[in-house]
């Protein structure tokens, strides 16, 4: 999926700092995967790079069924 933003967010980080954020995923599973790069521009020269996420896995706490 590709979008502006991290939940509708475009923060700015200065070296060192980090951003939280909390999200969620529909599962069709009690179990999946998320993999992906965050696009980020620098702030002084506007050059861009790519912030990779490491694969993660999503667990179902609990069914409803």
């Known amino acids: 999926m590709e979008g502006e933003g991290v939940v509708g967010l475009q ?3 200065a ?3 980090a951003h939280d954020y ?4 529909d599962l069709d599973t009690d179990m999946g ?8 521009t620098r702030m002084d020269d ?7 996420v490491p694969e993660f896995l999503l667990v179902a ?5």
Do not use: Q, T
């Open 11 to 13: 923060p700015v980080l």
């Open 15 to 17: 070296p060192g700092e």
């Open 22 to 25: 909390s999200s969620f995923c």
């Open 33 to 40: 995967k998320m993999v992906g790069i965050y696009l980020m």
């Open 46 to 52: 506007e050059s861009l790079f790519e912030a990779k």
């Open 61 to 65: 706490p609990f069914r409803l069924n």
